[in-house]
T-cell receptor, first 114, second 116 residues
Framework: KAGVTQTPRYLIKTRGQQVTLSCSPI?????VSWYQQTPGQGLQFLFE???????NKGNFPGRFSGRQFSNSRSEMNVSTLELGDSALYLC?????????????FGPGTRLTVL | AQTVTQSQPEMSVQEAETVTLSCTYD???????LFWYKQPPSRQMILVIR??????QNATENRFSVNFQKAAKSFSLKISDSQLGDAAMYFC?????????????FGQGTRLTINP
């Protein structure tokens, strides 16, 4: 099976712009989670989508949003970018059906905000 | 709320030797899993080992094993016979067993360097 893919891999934006990141989960997986990784804050959970519904949400401002499509692909959007949004954004997919399902991570999208 | 502490930001070990990475956590949940993830430089995060909190026996995966002390909320990772490919950031993460809660809370990570 193909692994989790994320596009684009690298992105450079300026303050105030918005950005959309994409994640394609492993075939058959219905859950997609997003994480932000920065040197200062480490890895932080953004949100999780399961069957097109947001099921869990972390403590991020409303500028961070996401959605999931019927084919389980997910997008994450950040509006009004700030310098502090520069980070590696990771997505992880899992079957999502049980209490525990191993999460498989993608390579990440590195966002730089200038 | 959960907190995870990895007190060793960096560690180094000679190839073929053994190294132990420490992790302490705090969770209000009674049932949970504990994971160690590995993130090699510029490569994807992968699961190294998993421990179910209700199991007293420590998990082992080839050269990787854990020392799980539930009362102390401690979950350390031991890597035996270290190899150059083990160089990576290692993250500890508890995972509460709650239906529908697919959320990992990670520690700050330990950067492991393997010296040839």
């Amino acid at each position: 099976k193909a692994g989790v893919t994320q596009t684009p891999r690298y992105l450079i934006k300026t303050r105030g712009q918005q950005v959309t990141l994409s994640c394609s989960p492993i075939s058959g997986h219905r859950s997609v989670s997003w994480y932000q990784q920065t040197p200062g804050q480490g890895l932080q959970f953004l949100f999780e989508y399961f069957s097109e519904t947001q099921r869990n949400k972390g403590n991020f401002p409303g500028r961070f949003s996401g959605r999931q499509f019927s084919n389980s692909r997910s997008e994450m959007n950040v509006s009004t970018l700030e310098l502090g949004d520069s980070a590696l954004y990771l997505c992880a997919s899992s079957s999502g059906a049980g209490v525990y399902n191993e999460q498989f991570f993608g390579p990440g999208t590195r966002l730089t905000v200038l | 709320a959960q907190t995870v502490t990895q007190s060793q930001p960096e560690m180094s070990v000679q190839e073929a030797e053994t190294v132990t990475l420490s992790c302490t956590y705090d969770t209000s949940e009674s049932d949970y899993y504990l994971f160690w993830y590995k993130q090699p430089p510029s490569r994807q995060m992968i699961l190294v080992i998993r421990q179910e909190a209700y199991k007293q026996q420590n998990a082992t995966e080839n050269r990787f094993s854990v020392n799980f002390q539930k009362a102390a909320k401690s979950f350390s990772l031991k890597i035996s016979d270290s190899q150059l490919g083990d160089a990576a950031m290692y993250f500890c993460a508890p995972f509460p067993i709650i239906q529908g809660a697919q959320k990992l809370v990670f520690g700050q990570g330990t950067r492991l360097t393997i010296n040839p």
